[in-house]
């Protein structure tokens, strides 16, 4: 059994469901003892239980990835609990403000940009400021390919605020290698997510849109875009600094 993350605390905001939690149990399964994150804590809860259930070490802290002071203090639990900060996944995001740029409703707007672009930067901020006086550690950033890499109607305020979230990545990236930080983003394609159902739409629905939709005619499975993240976290990707690798079926090819 591989143990990449033995002795290794990991921190995964959004760890509640979907992506987060697929991250949360992989680094678990192995070997990482793992922080998550999130505003409710009933979910976050829930996977603490799955992940204990299946012989692993976990700790759940409700936190606002908005507020420093709240960023700031959950590298101080993760610390807390399990003696170090070796691994951040920020994961958080939210899906609003969709539709033609000329009808984005503001509130919508700055709700969107608070938690997916403000949330990653003082995440980072955080967990750089740890990592950087203790030996490093790598940090992955969940972007998507909407913005980046593909360009769809009706999402461009989310796909803006993901652009920001693979920008922020590069250049903290050859900001903090020096100092042991080796940072990269994960960027996936329509996964089996509540995120990516349109309104009213059923898995079903969803199943046969992708597969006239994308080249590999199905959506992503989370545990994929999981394996992905540990990927860029784990030592065999050392070299890796500052990419953003996509995850999409062929999407954006």
């Known amino acids: 059994m591989s143990v990449r993350f033995s002795n290794a605390t990991a921190l995964v905001t959004g760890g509640g469901s979907g992506i987060g939690r697929a991250v949360a149990l992989a680094l678990a399964a192995e070997g990482a003892a793992v922080v998550v994150a999130g505003r409710t804590p009933g979910p976050l809860h829930a996977t603490v239980e799955l992940i204990a259930r299946a012989g692993g070490r976990a700790a759940a802290v409700p936190a606002d990835t908005t507020s420093a002071a709240d960023m700031e203090r959950l590298v101080d639990a993760a610390v807390d609990a399990f003696g170090s900060l070796d691994v951040a996944v920020n994961n958080a995001g939210v899906l609003t403000a969709t539709g033609p740029v000329a009808d984005i409703d503001e509130d919508q707007w700055r709700t969107l940009l608070d938690v997916n672009v403000t949330g990653v930067l003082l995440g980072m901020r955080a967990q750089v400021a740890y990592m950087r006086r203790n030996g490093g550690g790598a940090i992955v950033n969940v972007s998507s390919t909407l913005g980046p890499h593909v360009r ?93 690798l996509v995850v999409d079926g062929g999407n954006a090819a």
């Not at 990545?169 to 100092?179: N, W």
């Not at 990269?184 to 597969?211: D, F, H, I, Y």
Request: charged content about 20%; hydrophobic content about 45%; glycine content about 12%.
């Open 152 to 244: 769809r109607p009706g999402t461009g305020a989310y796909g803006a605020s993901k652009a920001a979230v693979s920008a922020l990545t590069r250049a903290a990236a050859r900001e903090y290698i020096g100092e042991g930080v080796r940072i990269n983003a994960v960027s996936p394609g329509p996964s089996a997510t509540a995120m990516s159902l349109l309104p009213g739409e059923t898995e079903a629905g969803r199943t046969a849109r992708m597969r006239e939709r994308l080249p590999i005619g199905r959506v992503g499975k989370v545990e994929e875009i999981a394996a992905a993240v540990l990927y860029l976290a784990a030592p065999e990707s050392a070299f890796t600094v500052g990419a953003d």
